[in-house]
């Protein structure tokens, strides 16, 4: 009627907000076809215990190789996806690829846990879990318990009792759970306690200044804490210096990524990195004075 047509007209006719919407579409038209061309790369991303040295598994970070603009993140290329449903199809094929190189690195003696990135859309997907069955189905010889999906609050923000049928659903299979971000949204104690997750990762922003940051350091102190009393793994995201790992280690928290143990790898080379890694001798030191 009427009163619609005027609560529209803005959006419709205002030239502005007209050339934004065309440019989120050639965009989101790109983002496509650049699936269909088979131009996206998964990079891997180490996940270390600090203490013992070992290698714990890896982070699958999906990467754009564009025949014009190079290498992109995902940050330039997957929020126009997010809103609609294509982020499912990327999602699908990242799942596919994962296992995929799993099978590969399998064939060749690396047995490894993967983290996968799950968009809220794609996880609150009516099929979520059946089609990571299929996905699992086509890859006999790999164990349910090779993944383990990250997912954000803001997947939950929607309804949090669908997330928990996912998670439990997914679980049954063997697959594991991460809280990505821990601590940058708005209700992240609502979500520990609601959500069976196995797995908390302190996001970067907290880890950044830890030794600059009484602040910060309290957090993260928070954090490792309460991940004790609930009985989940901790994982420090954003470990850019042997410091930082040092304090994380004294506040007893062991698994990290970062910079400084290695960026996102090629996923031809992780089998190498893995082989070659030397663990730093000063965390192993500090380590072995810890009772863990
Ligand atoms: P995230 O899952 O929290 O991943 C961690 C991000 O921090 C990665 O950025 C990683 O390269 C970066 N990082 C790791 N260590 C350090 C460090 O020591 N210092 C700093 N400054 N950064 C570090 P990336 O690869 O650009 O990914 C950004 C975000 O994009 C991810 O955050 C994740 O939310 C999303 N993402 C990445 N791959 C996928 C994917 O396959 N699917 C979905 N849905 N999202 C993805
Ligand atoms: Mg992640
Ligand atoms: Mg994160
Ligand atoms: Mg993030």
Redesign the pocket.
């Known amino acids: 009627g009427a009163k619609h047509a005027g609560k529209n007209r803005h959006n419709l006719f205002d030239p502005a907000s007209d050339k934004a919407a065309h440019e989120r579409g050639r965009a989101l038209a790109d983002v496509e076809r650049a699936l269909r061309n088979q131009e996206f790369e998964l990079f891997f991303q180490p996940k270390v215990n600090m203490r013992t040295g070992k290698v714990l598994g890896a982070e699958a970070l999906i990467r754009w190789r564009h025949p014009q603009r190079g290498l992109l993140l995902p940050q330039e290329f997957l929020p126009v996806a997010e809103n609609s449903d294509l982020i499912v199809e990327i999602g699908d094929w990242v799942l596919r690829s994962v296992l995929d190189h799993l099978e590969e690195w399998r064939r060749n003696g690396l047995t490894i846990k993967i983290g996968i990135?799950i968009a809220p859309r794609h996880l609150l997907r009516e099929d979520f879990t059946r089609r990571l069955a299929a996905h699992l189905n086509d890859h006999p010889d790999l164990p349910a318990s090779c993944l383990e999906l990250?997912i954000?609050e803001t997947a939950a923000l929607a309804d949090i009792g669908r997330v928990y049928q996912v998670m439990r659903e997914c679980q049954k299979m063997g697959v594991t759970f991460a809280l990505?971000?821990?601590g940058t949204g708005y209700s992240s104690l609502t979500y520990l306690k609601a959500l069976p997750a196995e797995v908390l990762?302190i996001?970067?922003s907290f880890i950044r200044d830890i030794l600059r940051d009484p602040e910060d350091l309290a957090i993260v102190e928070g954090i490792i804490n309460l991940s004790g009393s609930f009985r989940r793994q901790v994982v420090a995201?954003?470990v850019e210096s042997v410091e930082q790992g040092l304090q994380l280690l004294k506040l007893r928290c062991e698994q990290a990524q970062g910079f400084c143990i290695a960026r996102p790898i090629p996923a031809a080379r992780l089998a190498d990195w893995i082989a070659n890694w030397q663990p730093n001798p000063q965390w192993l030191d500090l380590g072995n004075g810890l009772t863990s």
């Open positions: 990135n990250e954000l990505d971000d821990f990762k996001d970067q995201e954003g």
